[in-house]
């Protein structure tokens, strides 16, 4: 079965860096989209940025564009989110989400989520 | 970015009642339109996908009808394990915007 689990969330001073991991199993990794969406606390859901199968797409919200970068390692499986220049405002739960065909489905299925919190 | 208005933001129902949930979108996106549930300190799940069509396992009692910028969500019959804030997602178009969710009560 499809299984997500996401790493690396913690807490961290505004300005500084993080980097978030997502292992995934259970289905071909190298054949799908990935993307990243983010819940801050009591909030609902925000589509954060994606990658095509291959690394060669990506797509990003406008409210990370140019902090956060997001890749892939297909020969290990797993997704990644580099956060830096963090702010207050992205405190929140991250979860991956694999995308159901391509980078044009809806996302499928979902990881637990990890927790950000930026706070000095 | 497209907007998507989701009503009502909370309602109140019982067991075995029918319930219907509406998204609008600020622009044609044709039935690139998805229903997530979502459970308190759980991930989202798919339920519907291109507008009307069931995620693997969803239950039947749930439907989703629309295309262009007009979009339900129907529970039939709910059952207590439907409880839950439920949202849509456009997925038309880069950036993907979601609803902003409706609270699914028990009356």
């Known amino acids: 079965q499809v299984q997500l689990v996401e790493s690396g969330g913690g807490v961290v001073q505004p300005g500084r860096f993080l980097r978030l991991s997502c292992a995934a199993s259970?289905?071909?990794?190298?054949?799908?989209?990935m993307h990243w969406v983010r819940q801050a606390p009591g909030k609902g859901l925000d589509w954060v940025a994606v990658i095509s199968h291959d690394g060669s797409n990506k797509y990003y919200a406008d409210s990370v564009k140019g902090r956060f970068t997001i890749s892939r390692d297909n020969s290990k499986n797993t997704l990644f989110l580099q956060m830096s220049s963090l702010r207050a405002e992205d405190t929140a739960v991250y979860y991956c989400?694999?995308?159901?065909?391509?980078?044009?489905?809806?996302?499928?299925?979902w990881g637990q989520g990890t927790l950000v919190t930026v706070s000095s | 970015a497209i907007r998507i208005t989701q009503s009502p933001s909370s309602l109140s129902a019982s067991t075995g009642d029918s319930v219907t949930i509406t998204c609008r979108a600020s622009q044609d996106i044709s039935n690139y339109l998805a229903w997530y549930q979502q459970k308190p300190g759980k991930a989202p799940k798919l339920l519907i996908y291109a507008a009307s069509t069931l995620h693997s396992g969803v239950p039947s009692r749930f439907s989703g009808n629309g295309s262009g910028t007009d979009f339900t969500l129907t529970i039939s019959r709910l059952q207590s394990e439907d409880f839950a804030t439920f949202y849509c997602?456009?997925?038309?178009?880069?950036?993907?915007?979601f609803g902003q969710g409706t609270k699914v009560e028990i009356k």
């Open positions: 989400a694999k995308d159901h065909r391509g980078i044009v489905g809806a996302t499928d299925y």
């Open positions: 259970g289905f071909t990794f190298s054949n799908y989209g």
């Open positions: 997602q456009q997925y038309y178009t880069y950036p993907r915007t």
